[in-house]
């Protein structure tokens, strides 16, 4: 059963404006949250995390907002560049164990 | 740190055939994961190990999939008998309890023809 759900497998956006990826967990349990980027023939790496006891982490052009209550995330890309597109897996994890990826989301951002 | 190194990056292989995918993690993490990418399930974590010893095993799809890690710095995740079905890329990642997020290798392409 799937415990990370990211329901949209594409999105395209024009170069300058805001890319925003959503992601779904069922597991009440899980306290860290993560997103990679996942280029082609490449492994996913690491981009942004945020711990459950806070609701907002910026680092740079990527913001990630987590809504506990409605066991929802966001990451929030202003402004998108061409070289974001990438493919980006939502993760989740308890303890710092066993990471919980979604299905992904392919960005597209067009010049 | 040369990162997460899996090998081979590709392998070609015949249905009944024996498949061997090998990672090394990076240097002092003490967790290593195995996942398995595919278009439905995106990255599905097969199994996980802590400190060499296998944790959660819940996620290996049958029992023709096996994983061990013998020492810190090496694991096999094993298909036999493999099948067309078996065919993705799979990922090994490790990380430390000195770090929140895993480090992923760049992935073996198996394919079963």
């Known amino acids: 059963d799937q415990q990370v759900k990211q329901n949209s497998p594409s999105l395209s956006v024009q170069e300058g404006r805001i890319s925003i990826l959503n992601c779904d967990y069922t597991n009440s349990m899980f306290d860290y949250f993560l997103w990679y980027k996942k280029y082609p023939a490449e492994g996913p790496t690491f981009l942004i995390s945020?711990?459950?006891?806070?609701d907002k982490n910026e680092d740079g052009r990527f913001t990630v907002f987590l809504n506990k209550s409605a066991k929802h995330l966001s990451l929030h890309i202003v402004p998108s560049q061409p070289g974001d597109s990438a493919v980006y897996f939502c993760a989740a994890s308890r303890n710092g164990n066993q990471f919980y990826f979604g299905t992904g989301t392919s960005l597209t951002v067009i010049p | 740190d040369a990162g997460v190194i899996q090998s081979p990056r590709h392998e070609v292989t015949e249905m009944g055939q024996e498949v061997t995918l090998r990672c090394k993690p990076i240097?002092?993490?003490?967790?290593l994961f195995w996942y398995r990418q595919t278009m439905m399930r995106g990255l599905e974590l097969l199994i996980y190990f802590n400190n060499n010893v296998p944790i959660d095993d819940s996620g290996m799809p049958e029992d023709r999939f096996s994983a061990k890690m013998p020492n810190a710095s090496f694991s096999t995740l094993k298909i036999q008998p493999s099948e067309p079905r078996d065919s993705a890329v799979y990922f090994c990642?490790?990380?430390?309890?000195?770090?929140?997020?895993?480090?992923f290798g760049q992935g073996t392409r198996l394919t079963v023809v």
């Open positions: 945020i711990s459950s006891i806070k």
């Open positions: 990642a490790s990380s430390s309890y000195l770090n929140t997020e895993a480090f």
């Open positions: 240097s002092g993490h003490n967790s």
